[in-house]
């Protein structure tokens, strides 16, 4: 809370929960001091013992997030890193709900003038089960070994979290980049990852052919001694397929999926590749460990963000920001995940009306989306937005006249969280 400039009278918070009692928050506190015979009272006295009570924090949150797997005696201390007897498997993790009904995914496409109304994709969670194992087992028969790097040059689809999932599952290390990407800056990212990158994954992109980027792609990559055992391109979109330009040894995304059976899931020490900005440089890849990049998710979704199985969660990202990574990790909790690809501006009203014809719940975007659309339109004006409950911004700092758009057009009662940001 802080004082208006022009009196002595404080100023409301933006945004106040009605029951901040019944949040997951202090649900967690709550546990907490039943477990430790603690009287902590508020996130303050929360988040104070949590950071000079490490192990015990960071152990009660693999307890509390249910973290699926072998969490050691071990969890933090000076002389070994953090969970260091821990065993588990992050797409395990991803995957542990089975349900026939409950959908894992909701795939919508930017409209175009020759399909302008693409259907959206669907994917239940067994489906999406399913679809791991098969494709595993099409990995596995295909040498891929704990390990190796698995590359993706992809749009936002399903099918590029399937790889992902199926990739870790094994033992692989999963590294991404966005399909808008040109060529060069790809090999900038690919050859700092070492020359055992054995497979890439690539779509169809849009009314624009993403198989030229591709092809220059490899040429590239080949120049510097690396060479991708295989190529597998996914068709996302509703136009017909061309294959004339493709090379011989090139495979299909259903050809491959065809070759794999179920398989028994295995555990990763390794999870994923991202990458710095790169802003001024190269971008430096960074790898994260599966166990730290999921006790991080499962924390911030479950105990920080109280998402929950029924949550609809929809972030605009590309496969090439971390965000994405931060949106598949909505698996953990069993919810709906919105996959989108295309622009969000072309058409300002196309994401807030997915928001009331999907339920969406979680909204995730940038501080940059939201400051374009603060410059001429208003979600509110023309769309329900009733199932909206958290708006959640990212990659630079929110500037506050953007909280007060946000709160006068979008939305008064909801939870806008400045999550991050360079």
Not at 86 to 106: D, G, P, T, V
Not at 204 to 216: D, E, I, L, T
Not at 273 to 278: F, H, T, Y
Request: proline letters at 6%.
């Amino acid at each position: 809370m802080t004082l208006s400039p022009s009196s002595e009278e404080p100023e409301l918070p933006l945004y106040q929960p009605e029951n901040p009692q019944d949040s997951a928050t202090f649900r967690f506190l709550a546990r907490i001091n039943a477990t430790f015979g603690l009287a902590l009272k508020s996130y303050e006295d929360l988040y104070i013992w949590s950071t000079t009570h490490i192990d015990d924090f960071w152990s009660a949150a693999w307890d509390d997030t249910k973290i699926i797997g072998y969490k050691g005696r071990h969890v933090v201390d000076a002389a070994a890193l953090p969970f260091s007897e821990a065993k588990l498997n992050w797409a395990e993790n991803m995957l542990h709900c089975r349900s026939e009904s409950k959908l894992a995914f909701i795939q919508a496409t930017e409209p175009t003038p020759d399909v302008p109304a693409p259907e959206l994709k669907k994917c239940t969670y067994l489906e999406l089960y399913n679809l791991v194992a098969d494709l595993a087992s099409a990995l596995l028969r295909n040498g891929l070994t704990p390990g190796d790097r698995v590359a993706s040059y992809s749009s936002n689809c399903i099918e590029n979290v399937v790889a992902c999932l199926a990739t870790t599952a094994i033992g692989g290390i999963w590294v991404s980049a966005a399909a808008d990407f040109a060529p060069e800056g790809v090999i900038e990212r690919y050859v700092g990852i070492e020359s055992s990158t054995p497979l890439g994954f690539t779509y169809n992109a849009k009314v624009h052919r993403h198989v030229p980027k591709v092809s220059a792609l490899l040429s590239g990559l080949a120049k510097k001694d690396i060479a991708p055992s295989k190529v597998i391109v996914i068709h996302t979109i509703q136009q017909a397929e061309v294959r004339g330009d493709w090379a011989s040894e090139w495979t299909s995304w259903d050809a491959f999926l065809a070759e794999g059976v179920d398989c028994k899931l295995g555990r990763s020490p390794s999870g994923e590749i991202e990458w710095s900005r790169g802003s001024f440089d190269a971008p430096l890849p960074i790898v994260h460990r599966a166990g730290g990049m999921l006790l991080q998710a499962k924390k911030e979704f479950a105990i920080c963000g109280d998402l929950k199985p029924e949550d609809v969660f929809f972030y605009y990202t590309t496969t090439g920001w971390m965000m994405w990574n931060f949106l598949v990790s909505g698996l953990s909790l069993g919810s709906t995940l919105v996959l989108y690809d295309g622009s969000p501006l072309r058409d300002p009203s196309y994401l807030w009306k997915l928001v009331d014809d999907l339920g969406i719940t979680i909204f995730g975007t940038s501080a940059k989306y939201i400051d374009h659309l603060s410059k001429g339109y208003r979600p509110r004006e023309h769309h329900n937005l009733s199932t909206l409950r958290h708006i959640y911004s990212t990659g630079s700092p929110l500037a506050p006249p953007l909280f007060d758009y946000v709160y006068r057009n979008i939305r008064e009662d909801i939870l806008l969280g400045s999550i991050t940001g360079s």
